[in-house]
């Protein structure tokens, strides 16, 4: 919860500015950016009272040149941006926490590892999102994976920003899961671990995996589970997991135990394989997902040996935190082009 004195932080629509709570409300500290226009619908009050803080040389160059209070953050908002804002959905602390998660949080309502984990649920659009089956993509965790792959495209971009935690990633609401899903519409898929892995360790304490796949079995949505860990094949998610719409790939990137713990902190490969096994047994759709694909990893002597019917390969995507990642055991030169900062193999060499 916000209390008097605590700070908070804009920085967001081209607004940068800082100020405090005060028992009256909220207080904007000088050098705060203004927006020079604003929206014809704002309140007359707000307009006005820019305005005369223009004419009097409050604000200059829109920067603030004092501290201003207002009777409320949102207040405070619609002020700087000059357009209808809320001000509890805005202003954000140094962690980035804005001032309504702080009041959810001290209400118990999200919990205290989720830290800003918003983008549970994501559409993927354009080109890539109109050859896919399954566009929408479901994190039960986010901002970190406690596998941590060295060559991980999520762990590169979240990292930049750094909001890559492995070690106590966030955590997804059920409930506010359970409302997106009751809208989506009957037969939809969606992706369950699109950032992160949906069965990565934490999922063994929080069990929102598998509180997901409940709420998906109760609406009829299907599921495509991506993963690399075996825990998929543990008999708890055997029972729950409908065979009508769930539809699992257990990726392997190498036989090698030993090899493949150099680079991931997943489960061993020989585990995967096993609950690969188990789950083709017992009937479910699983599939092999050789992604990504390393020159020189596997050994297809041993590949063709799995007791799987499918077989999905992806290939590396590199940019170059990845590829400092991943220098000393491969040779990223070899894999194609970069488009882009993103290194792509070439159609030919797929
Ligand atoms: S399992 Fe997937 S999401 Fe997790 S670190 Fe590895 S590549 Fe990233």
């Not at 979240?158 to 519409?185: F, M, Q």
Request: hydrophobic share 35%; net charge positive; proline share 4%.
């Amino acid at each position: 919860m916000a209390n008097p004195g605590d700070l908070f932080f804009i920085n967001a629509r081209g607004v940068k500015a800082s100020g405090v709570v005060t028992e009256n409300g909220f207080k904007v500290f000088a050098g705060s950016y203004v927006m020079p226009t604003h929206k014809p619908y704002l309140a007359k009050s707000i307009i006005q009272h820019r305005d005369q803080c223009r004419a009097d040389g409050t604000i200059v160059n829109d920067h603030l040149t004092r501290d201003i209070e207002f009777g409320s953050s949102s207040t405070a908002a619609y002020f700087l941006f000059g357009a209808n804002a809320s001000g509890p959905a805005t202003w954000k602390n140094a962690d980035g926490i804005t001032m309504a998660q702080l009041d959810k949080k001290a209400e118990g309502i999200i919990p205290e590892t989720d830290r800003e984990y918003r983008s549970f649920y994501n559409v993927v659009g354009g080109n890539e999102g109109s050859k896919c089956h399954y566009p929408a993509r479901l994190d039960t965790y986010g901002r970190g994976c406690g596998h941590d792959c060295n060559y991980c495209y999520a762990k590169s971009i979240l990292s930049g920003h750094g909001y890559w935690n492995p070690i106590e990633p966030s955590v997804a609401d059920p409930s506010r899961i359970e409302t997106l899903v009751k809208k989506l519409p009957r037969g939809a898929i969606v992706r369950l671990g699109g950032m992160t892995d949906c069965f990565q360790p934490c999922e063994l304490t929080y069990r929102v995996t598998l509180k997901t796949i409940e709420i998906l079995n109760k609406y009829d949505i299907g599921y495509l589970i991506v993963t690399k860990s075996h825990h998929v094949a543990d008999d708890e998610y055997v029972a729950t997991m409908r065979k009508d719409l769930a539809h699992i790939q257990i990726t392997v990137t190498t036989f090698d135990d030993a090899l493949c713990a150099t680079y991931e902190k997943a489960s061993p490969p020989s585990k995967r394989i096993q609950a690969i096994e188990k789950l083709q047994g017992l009937g479910f759709d699983v599939f092999f997902r050789l992604s990504p694909y390393i020159d020189g990893y596997i050994d297809f002597n041993l590949l063709n040996r799995v007791k799987c019917d499918k077989i999905l390969v992806e290939f590396l995507r590199v940019d170059s935190k990845i590829k400092n990642g991943l220098i000393s055991i491969i040779l990223i030169t070899r894999c194609g082009r970069m488009v882009s900062c993103i290194c792509h193999l070439t159609t030919k060499k797929k």
